[in-house]
């Protein structure tokens, strides 16, 4: 089992940065995959990024590339992302997820833990 708690969203204008972090309880946060997810408004919840158990791989959604950065401090037990150059567009509950699954997915389908997200605003 892990328990994971998001953090680190708010209000921020265009072209500003935050990190988001999820913490994670229970012994086997370092053998999961972690991924971010956000959900806008009226849209379905979409895959931003994952990493491996590691740290070593990581996956991005390809129209988000270069502006996140997904990263873990495994004796921390958290989730990192960063997010810099920040659009309106961007503006989303994002959450933090785990799994066991060999490989970094993502489909939302693949995770089974979750957090209970963060809201990020944008403002123009």
């Known amino acids: 089992q892990v328990q994971l708690v998001e953090s680190g969203g708010g209000l921020v204008q265009a072209g500003g940065s935050l990190r988001l972090s999820c913490a994670g309880s229970g012994r086997t946060f370092s053998t999961s995959v972690m991924g971010w997810f956000r959900q806008a408004p009226g849209k379905e919840r979409e895959f931003v990024a994952g990493?491996?158990?590691?740290?070593?791989?990581?996956r991005y959604t390809d129209s988000l590339k270069g502006r996140f950065t997904i990263s873990r401090d495994n004796a921390k037990n958290t989730v990192y992302l960063q997010i810099d150059t920040l659009k309106p567009e961007d503006t989303a509950v994002y959450y933090c997820?785990?799994?066991?699954?060999?490989?970094?997915?993502?489909?939302?389908?693949?995770?089974?833990?979750w957090g209970q997200g963060t809201q990020v605003t944008v403002s123009s």
């Open positions: 997820a785990a799994c066991k699954t060999a490989i970094v997915p993502s489909s939302r389908t693949a995770y089974d833990y």
């Open positions: 990493i491996s158990r590691s740290g070593g791989m990581t």
